[in-house]
């Protein structure tokens, strides 16, 4: 009886120990630059920086850590021993842009990210409402990236417009340009991928896509932004961006683009 | 030796490998768990799970806001979550999981008889489970079950292969919109998030949220019941009699020797109960707060099943404090009292059931170790029962699991049991299991599994076995 009366008493004890222990602001969660903080958030509005915070710190903070180091709880999981992992914010590489290779993304580009999401890796969070997707975009921006994003890009995104609308022609000039560049050294001629062994930025094994199966693409599977992966790259893996190849016949990228449509039956 | 013994018949076999043949032909690639959660979000199973079905920190956070993405109502997937359309083909599946596990031979040596059996994988679960709309989701468990173990009256037990609602079977109700102040839905303010003071600095709500149904109220415990990746052995019944009793963690065993429920079954020593039930009648009640968690409830009562047997029922609470949210590292502690009201029988009396304990849980990178130290008290003992009664027992379970390679998952438990009970029938047990898990694709694996009893044998139902070999097979859709 002693002993359980003991141990029982323990149990009461830490747990109200426990409960007392749980602060507001949560464990881990505390932010040292608060105060220098503060003053840089009054200029975009310290209402959005906020609800943007409270947004990543309910969900985003699983995966992507309390630091924005892409080391949260559930990151390591994800792709257990392989690529993707959720990117580390604070170093400043980024998949998804529609800016150069080696750049930052625009807010627009975080936005996309999180409104559609990455298929088998991140939810879309499209439901969010554009507005909240903005603010959790911007407290991203400013509590992790720390540097001013693009505002505008300088790669060319022309229409596919004339001789460059979706047609057989297009088709074959495309695999020709597949051919060109080289992107069956990595996707293999069929598209479907070769043997070959890659690795991420973090060395972690990396698989080319399946260029045959759009729900596999992380970057989006419409026209324009097939287009745009092709031009930018993805930044943190083998996959380079072409845009300076495309350089003053930017159309031509669209016959690349078409002859990806045409190996997926679209 | 007794001969190898098959616990199915062959039509089910045949039925049940063509089943999984067509699955496996017809659907590549899928995953653990709730497969249908997964193919509606459009995600990989391992963005909830670690090694399935233990759950991540956001599968947990997804979990506590009621199987859905927090912050987002049912994300992109608005169109595909009502009940009323669920024949339609692809929204089915997005409600629908199939799950098939269980060993495929299992020897026991140094027991009495030895035996080797040949069986196919005794649990066959079929899930339906999502989102009836923002607030209310449900989860229905459809099961069968071969050859468990099931207390009857007299002291006697018997082995029963059941169809029928399996262990959960629930609503959640998010009731947060209901309570409008001091943190409802408006256009300001986030669902489940207060005003912050000064920019940001508020505290986090999810819930309250109400489970109804048959639940199993440890599913937020640091250690939960129902998600186990080294799988319960079952007992075995020679005519009415327990000859040997399965093999669970002991944390959460019924523990005592000789108590019935309060209608007369006999309740197997190594039977999870109470708040540990992997699915009984209940209410339960639980919201977030920051890292803290609280949750509290009230079950039907010892194993009462939908029966309101004493019209008494078994209150719970529940603390748990989460930790860690970078480098990779997460956990959890819980702190938990249950009291049992009239909820077991020993002899022809009614007794009390104080049940309290700890848990605790810490993943880092690929390494998962949770554990429980639970005590249990009878209280309000008659004077006079028919023999000496031991009134505390305790059990401890300790368990790890590491994903050694991106196929193979390493699993090592302990379970320790002091028993109590009548003292002439008691007995204390101990064992260690070790398990490799090897994943074919992700929705299929198979394991081998070793469990010793580390005791040695001796004549009690609970140390009647040696060692325990297992080779079985998890699948799911």
């Known amino acids: 009886m002693n002993r359980h009366a003991f141990s029982f008493g323990l149990v009461v004890v830490a747990t109200t120990c426990l409960s007392l222990f749980y602060t507001e602001a949560g464990f881990g969660q505390t932010n040292p630059e608060q105060g220098h903080d503060m003053g840089r958030m009054e200029e975009t509005g310290a209402a959005d920086i906020a609800t943007g915070k409270m947004i990543y710190r309910m969900t985003c903070i699983h995966c992507h850590g309390s630091k924005g180091r892409g080391d949260g709880a559930a990151a390591i999981f994800i792709g257990p021993y392989s690529h993707p992992r959720p990117n580390d914010f604070t170093a400043g590489i980024f998949k998804f842009r529609s800016t150069e290779s080696g750049q930052l993304p625009m807010l627009e580009d975080l936005m996309r990210t999180i409104r559609e999401g990455i298929p088998g890796f991140m939810p879309s969070f499209r439901n969010l409402g554009e507005e909240r997707i903005r603010q959790v975009s911007l407290y991203i921006a400013r509590e992790f990236i720390q540097k001013e994003l693009p505002t505008q890009t300088t790669i060319k995104y022309v229409e596919h417009v004339g001789p460059y609308t979706y047609s057989v022609e297009s088709v074959v000039r495309g695999k020709e340009v597949y051919k060109r560049l080289g992107c069956f050294a990595c996707h293999g001629l069929d598209g479907r991928g070769t043997g070959i062994s890659l690795k991420d930025k973090r060395g972690l094994p990396i698989k080319p896509v399946d260029l045959t199966r759009q729900e596999t693409f992380g970057n989006g599977t419409s026209h324009e932004d097939i287009y745009r992966t092709i031009m930018t790259g993805l930044d943190g893996t083998p996959m380079p961006g072409f845009s300076s190849q495309f350089k003053g016949k930017e159309e031509s990228a669209w016959d690349l683009v078409h002859y990806i449509l045409s190996r997926q039956g679209r | ?477």
């Not at chain 2, 299992?106 to 989102?131: M, V």
């Not at chain 2, 005590?375 to 059990?395: C, E, H």
């Open chain 2, 1 to 477: 030796m007794r001969p190898v013994s098959c616990r199915w018949n062959r039509n089910e076999i045949l039925c049940g490998l063509f089943l999984g043949v067509i699955m496996i032909t017809l659907f590549p690639s899928s995953c653990f768990a709730i497969p249908a959660f997964a193919r509606k979000y459009d995600l990989s199973c391992t963005s909830c799970h670690t090694n399935p079905p233990r759950l991540n920190a956001f599968g947990e956070a997804f979990h506590m806001a009621g199987f859905q993405i927090p912050t987002v109502q049912e994300g992109e997937t608005k169109k595909k979550r009502n009940i009323g359309r669920v024949w339609s083909e692809t929204d089915f599946l997005n409600i629908f999981s199939f799950r098939a596990n269980g060993n495929l031979v299992e020897s026991f040596q140094g027991s009495n008889p030895d035996e080797t059996n040949l069986t196919f994988p005794r649990d066959l679960e079929i899930y339906l489970a999502g989102t009836y709309t923002d607030e209310i989701s449900y989860f229905i468990e459809l099961d069968r079950e071969a050859g468990a173990v099931q207390g009857i009256p007299g002291g006697f037990f018997e082995e029963r292969s059941e169809f029928g609602i399996g262990k959960e079977f629930f609503l959640m109700v998010d009731l947060q919109p209901l309570l409008k102040a001091p943190y409802a839905k408006s256009g300001e303010t986030m669902p489940g998030m207060a005003h912050g003071e000064g920019g940001g600095g508020g505290i986090m709500f999810m819930g309250p949220m109400v489970m109804i149904g048959k639940i199993d109220p440890s599913t937020n415990f640091s250690y939960p019941t129902n998600r186990q990746v080294i799988l319960n052995i079952p007992g075995r019944v020679d005519s009415g009699i327990l000859q040997r009793f399965g093999l669970t963690p002991y944390a959460f065993a019924s523990k005592f020797f000789g108590v019935k429920t309060a209608d007369g079954n006999s309740v197997e020593v190594t039977k999870e109960v109470l708040y540990n039930t992997p699915g009984d009648f209940g209410i339960d009640l639980h919201a977030m707060m920051g890292n803290l968690l609280l949750q509290g409830g009230a079950m039907q009562g010892l194993q009462a099943g939908n029966r309101d047997v004493n019209s008494k029922k078994d209150p719970y609470l529940m603390a748990r404090l989460n930790f860690g949210q970078e480098a990779y590292t997460s956990g959890s502690i819980s702190g938990l009292i249950n009291w049992g009201n009239d909820t077991a029988m020993v002899d022809t009396s009614l007794v009390n059931w104080l049940r309290y304990g700890f848990s605790g849980n810490l993943k880092y990178k690929y390494l998962d170790l949770y554990g429980a130290f639970i005590w249990d008290t009878i209280r309000n003992l008659p004077v006079g029962i028919s023999s000496p009664f031991d009134r505390t027992a305790n059990g401890f379970t300790i368990e790890g699991d590491y994903l050694a390679t991106d196929r193979l998952l390493l699993s090592i438990r302990y379970d320790q049991l002091s028993a109590g009970g009548f003292i002439s029938q008691k007995a204390d047990g101990k064992a260690i299991a070790a398990q490799a898990r090897f994943y074919m694709r992700d929705n299929f694996s198979f394991y081998l599994r070793d469990s010793y009893n580390l005791e040695g044998v001796g004549t009690n139902a609970l140390r009647n076995f040696r060692n325990f070999v297992a080779l079985g097979v998890d699948f799911d859709f």
